[in-house]
Each structure stands twice: as structure tokens, then as C-alpha cells.
């Protein structure tokens, strides 16, 4: 009979894993803004072509806008502008991934989705300390592919100032 030794953090996950003896997978909708991309599937609601964004003044210029989706107003970031890259032209390959972030949704301008692909944990490598700064703590890992890298975000934190910004506007009013 065999042993089963528990791993050092007790979570439940963890040690299911060792009993199905199955890796642990997350799920990823990978994307390219230049280079390939990729964010939870679990933030992600819905993909979808570009529409008519309507731009509103003296909003931050990462901030492409608004737009209507079924009757709700979505703003929609750019994440080019967000991440500080060159800004390029809005393609026909170009979309919007609908995200909720801490019960708020979020369009984020991208050039193109590519796929949704399954990563084994153990294919994922924590970003290097050397890349990373106060202002890129929202890259959380970089997932090691056949057919290159993948750089993991964490929306969440990638959001934090929009999210300040809006609970500030609701407070105030």
C-alpha cells in the first residue's frame, strides 16, 4: 500500500491533484498584442467584433471609450495604450474581450484573439523579478509552449487604477 504524503500548503486542491493523479490545468484565452498574451478564462465573459466606440473627453488615453453591448454601457480599454506599446490600427482581426472584474465589466481592445488552449500547471514559470516593476506587477507568469511564450496577466491588478478611478466617481457623486 502506498503512502500519500500531503503537500506543504494543505489545500484541497492540492491534494486532489495527487489523488486523481492528473496535473493540474488552467484554462487561457490566449491573444496578440505583438506578442501572445493570455488571461484566465474564468474573466472572461464573451468575445466580440469591434463596433462603434464612442470616445469620451477627458478620459485617460488608454481609455478608447464606450461602447453598447445589448443595451448595457461597456467602457473599453485599450490594452495596447494600457501596456505602453505602439499604438497600431483597428484590424478586421481585431476584438473586445468582455471581462468582470470584481463585479464590474470591462472591454479590452486587443489585435487579435487566437485560442483558448489548457496549460498544465507545471508548464507555467513565475515572471522573472528582473522584468518586472511597479508598474508590470500584473504580468503573473509566463507559460512555456511549443510554439513560443505565452505572458500571463492578472486583470485584476492590470485594472486596479481603473477600478480606484471608478469607485472614487461613484463615491463622490
Known amino acids: 500500500m502506498s503512502r500519500l504524503s500531503l503537500p506543504p500548503s494543505g489545500l484541497a486542491e492540492d491534494v486532489l491533484g495527487l489523488i486523481k493523479g492528473m496535473p493540474d490545468e488552467i484554462q487561457i484565452v490566449t491573444f496578440s498584442l505583438d506578442e501572445q498574451y493570455g488571461i484566465p478564462i474564468s474573466q472572461v465573459q464573451e468575445i466580440i467584433r469591434i463596433s462603434s466606440i464612442t470616445r469620451i473627453p477627458n478620459s485617460p488615453s488608454h481609455m478608447e471609450g464606450v461602447i453598447n453591448l445589448r443595451g448595457r454601457i461597456l467602457p473599453v480599454l485599450n490594452l495596447r495604450k494600457r501596456l505602453k506599446m505602439p499604438v497600431s490600427d483597428i ?10 472584474i470584481n463585479h464590474k465589466e470591462i472591454g479590452l481592445l486587443v489585435d487579435a484573439v487566437l485560442q483558448v488552449i489548457k496549460v498544465p500547471s507545471e508548464l507555467i514559470d513565475n515572471a522573472p523579478e528582473e522584468v518586472l516593476d511597479i508598474d508590470s506587477d500584473y504580468i503573473t507568469g509566463v507559460c512555456r509552449l511549443t510554439k513560443g511564450l505565452v505572458i500571463l496577466l492578472d486583470l485584476e491588478r492590470l485594472l486596479r487604477r481603473e477600478q480606484i478611478n471608478l469607485k472614487e466617481d461613484v463615491d463622490i457623486a
Do not use: L
Open 91 to 100: 484590424t478586421r482581426k481585431s476584438r473586445i474581450i468582455v471581462t468582470e
